[in-house]
């Protein structure tokens, strides 16, 4: 059974490690490179990509702002159409739901679509309690169970495996979950996929139970819709009996209408291509046409408080297309692994700590995993501004102190001070440079100087600072120098001058 | 036309030659620059390490000591987007919060004011000749803040192709962040130490001598990288060169290289 993101060390932590790992950063650089690049020129193709990202992030904003009256529209006609709506508050009660739902078949086994909201509830792990195996059939999701390992990637869970990995995964382990790899299987993508394929056939056939997720919920029909591009989807959606989808409660769009805009962004944002390949819709149950009894289990599991969030509530808007993992400089340098949650890369550092809370050390770490450089931003197709809600954690993290915050606050405090008194801190400049090679070590934060100088060398201080070079420059017209006098609330002017002494 | 220099903090008391420069660029510009000396710091890594109320102060003070100048000009691009991209969010929140409205009016007044040192050049005085000449292969680094927040485009590179005998190389993978980020250095100092050596690589690859760029914080963190592998490449601030001219002696004028840390560290970090 595949192991959990519980327990995992706190970002730094983990990605000092994993940082160092030669064969999984050659393996995610040249996956991420060649994916952004794809996209890149996806989008180039169309000439309104920017008014298609604001429409989109306008729908979604518009639907955040009435989410409930949406989703109790959306649960009437998913009623109405032969469905069963479930609520689930938390991963716990979504994951009883889900059980219940199952045993009640009698079924032991279920197969799976890739889905980022059974993974965040870790609902394996608590079917498997149960007695009930979960069989995952998306491809990069099935390797990453077959390895008993974890995901590091929201579109390519196994994006940190290369070829040669996959085939000994394949040859090891598949005999253990049904049918074993082929003989002498080669590690090309096409020798691969059918043995992928073989394993997985039989799983369909026999499988009565099917669990999804969702990318949408149209709230106007109760209708959800699933974008893949293998086409398990589509065989998990039709072939079983019973279909239980479990789904954020912010993947409501209020119209049909609605989804054009995001069937153009999603898959070239995703996976650079123009059309998906499989777009699955499906609506309450039907005889004779598909699963003749459906669950949707709508979950919120720290989506409300997240909506409460000014700020922090954009991240609701996010479609999972994992644009900004694949541009990530942070990301690709450290692995998804490193962010302890299934969602990692920028999208992770700030919606998984949103969902969770910010109580845990991983968590109050990962709005720090991030140099703030943008990108992930400029790529959102629903122009989440990442760098903004991260550095808005931040301040809730400094906030609520422990794990250095309190000291750090400090001598943030006493910078800040220094810096709103010029005298003082021309001063302070001018005893720097007499204990010269000593004050730029004192960098403010706890740690840091080490932290710096383990990889890099610090400059030398200068002679002279500027300032002390602008007086000797022009020591006459000091005076109008200070417009409003701001120096006048601290210290004479002339006290500055003394830096000019060096 | 008033021009006030915002040198910032990192300039100032680490590399007063950018400083110098600068004021040697735009005086032969024809422009008279000002340094008003209550100016410290934009409050960049008070804000981008979460605290925001810390920041407020020198929001406050930056404001007060640029209220009487038609321009402001710095050398560092993401202290130029610290004030345009985050100062109207400050003065919104203490706003939002109930404490009036003046400093959101400050910031605002602020920040249309506030160039960074080649859009100044270029959009403002309108050259991209600023008569220097520099006869080295140089590399331009577009730091993430000039590139992604303030949007300067081909503006340094126009600024460096028409400076004389210089011969500008394209860096791979120029776009990509240096992993210096502020804090995140010594915060994530795995990550960004990664992200930094792989920066130096590409420029290594360029044959270069001198890897460029306007902001030196990001360059701070290359230089330290560079020397501490004993690189020959040099790193140095786009304001060095543009203020090089066939006048001084040999060689392209450069900034002490980072020095070696002797002495204590660790128990000279301010702790309180
Ligand atoms: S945050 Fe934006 S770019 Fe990242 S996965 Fe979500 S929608 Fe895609």
Redesign the interface.
Known sequence: MSRTFIGMPAFPKAAAVSTQNRQMRANLTHATHTIRDKRARAVAELDDWAELRLAGKQIKDRTLARLDEYLVQAEAAVTAAGGTVHWAADAAEANRIVADLVKATGEREVVKVKSMATQEIGLNEALAAEGITAYETDLAELIVQLGDDLPSHILVPAIHRNRGEIREIFRDNMASWGRPAPEGLTDTPADLAEAARLHLREKFLRAKVAVSGANFLVAETGTLVVLESEGNGRMCLTLPETLISVVGIEKVVPTWQDLEVFLQLLPRSSTAERMNPYTSTWTGAADGDGPSDFHLVLLDNGRTDTLADQVGRQALRCIRCSACLNVCPVYERAGGHAYGSPYPGPIGAILTPQLRGLQSEVDASLPYASSLCGACYEVCPVAIDIPEVLVHLREKVAEQGGAGHRLERAAMKSASWLLDHPAAYSTALKASRLARGVQPRRLPLPGAAKAWTDSRDLPPLPEQSFRSWWKERTPDQSDRNKPNAPNARTEPTDRDQQDGAN | MRVALF?T?V???????T??AVVTVLERLGVEV????????C?Q????????R??E??VR?MA??????DHVVTPSGSCAAMVRDNYP?IGARTRAEGRGTALERAAGALVPKVHELTEFLVDVLGVTDVGASFPHTVTYHPS??GL??LGLGDRPRRLLQAVRGLNLVELPGA???C??????????????????QDKVRNARSTGAEVLCGADNSCL??L???L??QDEPLRALHIAEILAATEDLPDGPPT??T??????P??S?????
């Open positions: 040198l903090c300039n100032d008391a680490l590399y007063p030659d400083g110098r000002d340094f008003p000396t209550g100016q410290t710091c409050g890594p008070q804000y981008n390490t979460g605290y925001r810390e920041t102060p020198l003070r007060e000591v640029f209220a009487d100048y969010r993430c803040h992604r927040m776009e990509e962040c992993g210096f980020g502020g804090t995140f250095a010594v915060k994530n100092a795995a990550v960004s130490t990664a992200m930094g701070m963190h230089g330290g990288l020397h501490r900034r002490p980072n020095g070696p840390t002797d002495g560290t660790e000279l970090v301010v702790s309180a």
